[in-house]
């Protein structure tokens, strides 16, 4: 009887997250969307912007692999998302020299600018939402 209880406990618990998570990232899109951008999008210019993937001293460079390690993304969708971003002006794509099959990603100065106009409004969303619980 109790690891039942406990079992129903974790279950509303990861349940209460999953909760958090969806209503949080519908108000990111929300609040981002009349500037072009969604929750996903975002997160990939401040993964670059921050340094958090840089697998180099280049500065916003980052190879999308490692990318790929940060966000919640099947490849397929990164690399359509990096696309989108692409063809918005926001970053841009290389091949990496050492390994043909790797690909660079830098933001342009547009891709810096905007991720520096919507950081405050998606760090909003997230003090509101975390709070709320």
Request: net charge negative; aromatic share 2%; proline share 2%.
């Amino acid at each position: 009887m109790a690891a039942n209880t406990a079992g129903l406990r974790l279950e509303d618990q990861w349940r209460d997250i999953l909760s958090v998570h969806a209503r949080t990232m519908c108000e990111i899109d929300r609040v981002l969307h009349p500037h072009g951008l969604g929750a996903s999008d975002f997160e990939v210019l401040d993964i670059l912007a921050s340094g958090m993937a840089a697998a180099t001293a280049a500065g916003d460079l980052c190879r999308v692999q490692n990318i790929a390690e940060k966000v919640h993304l099947s490849q397929s969708a990164l690399s359509r998302l990096i696309g989108r971003l692409e063809k918005d002006g926001l970053v841009e794509r290389s091949v990496c020299a050492e390994d043909r099959r790797g690909v660079w990603v830098t933001l342009t100065d547009k891709g810096r600018d905007l991720h520096t106009e919507v950081l405050p409004l998606q760090r909003d969303v997230l003090s509101r939402m975390l709070q709320q619980g």
